[in-house]
DNA sequence: GTCTATATCTCGATAGAC
DNA sequence: GTCTATCGAGATATAGAC
């Protein structure tokens, strides 16, 4: 039974290797390297690279849906959930810096090549989409899905920008008009003249 | 003298196939089948693969300077100026669903590949972000580099989730938060309680 | 299940005829 | 300047011993 211990091993390290070189780029010699075993032992336990692929999505989505259900779980309120979400761009940015938000990457690059996978990477969005849309709902905002898209498009916009830049103060900055927006849309319209 | 001509097209089509399939997907065959010339008649223009890319971004350098200088010319006011850059993603928007900013996709996937050219490459950013702080220092803002950054970042951010989702309305109706966002960003601050 | 050895393909790059 | 022919490296994938 070390056989299911391999596997899901070779989906852990292609995980990181995919997000921090690309899938295309990551042959599977580097995956073999990193997990210590012949490059001719990953066909038993997959058919093919895409099968990899296909594998470390699958992981993603399971581990994505588990962490929000932990934010569920650690914040009370819609409002502090948001905040959570906001506060990944902080805990992830180190390796967002380096390496960008391995969603947007990897639905991006996915596109590039016309690969059959990119439906199951962009599903990766919709995750978020709905749990954030789900927040908004619980606040009583008028459109919660075009409000969840809109955190998730500033999400992505200062990944990307963060790792062109790699600039720290950029990511924070970024983050409190974040928070801000936020606050704003959450607050009950008033006529502008009272 | 049909040398000169020749490596202008070639580093047309390495532009647009770069843009379109990414820079390692990409190979001298398509290249060559897109030109119309044979593999190995690439070397007597370019030493290698990296000095193409090279001419490429040289080249986008160029092309976006000369779009800048057009957007000085056809619109008189700042306030203008920054409308040309919102109406870029209306402009390009089929080819952003399908492929995503050529920018930002470009230095994400150098970055990955840790290649050489992520520096030249995230250049191209430059001058979009100078040209936009320039706009803004017009008009009188107190951080114009800082808003310069965020306005990059939501065009980057629309970029990636318009290439995700494909969904034209999600794109309008950024645009036109990005064109409320400006107006309040140069609206002279008033203290809340007057 | 894991290994070694190898087949097959495509890539970037080179050599030399014209 | 452009072509054909080909090299060597590295990729995915397969075959078969253990």
Known sequence: MRGAETRTEIVGAADRLFYQGGFAHTSFADIAAA??????????????????????????LERTTALLAQWDEANPTPRSRLSAFVRLLAVNGDKIMAYGCPVGSLATELSKLMHEARGPAVALFDLFRDWLAEQFRALGCSEPEAQALHLLMRSQGIAVLANAYRDPAFVAREMAAMEDWIDAAITPQRPAIP
Not at 45 to 52: G, L, N, Q, V
């Open 35 to 60: 997990v210590q075993i012949a490059r001719g032992n990953f066909y038993y336990h997959f058919k093919s690279k895409d099968e990899i692929l296909e594998a470390v999505i699958a992981r993603r």
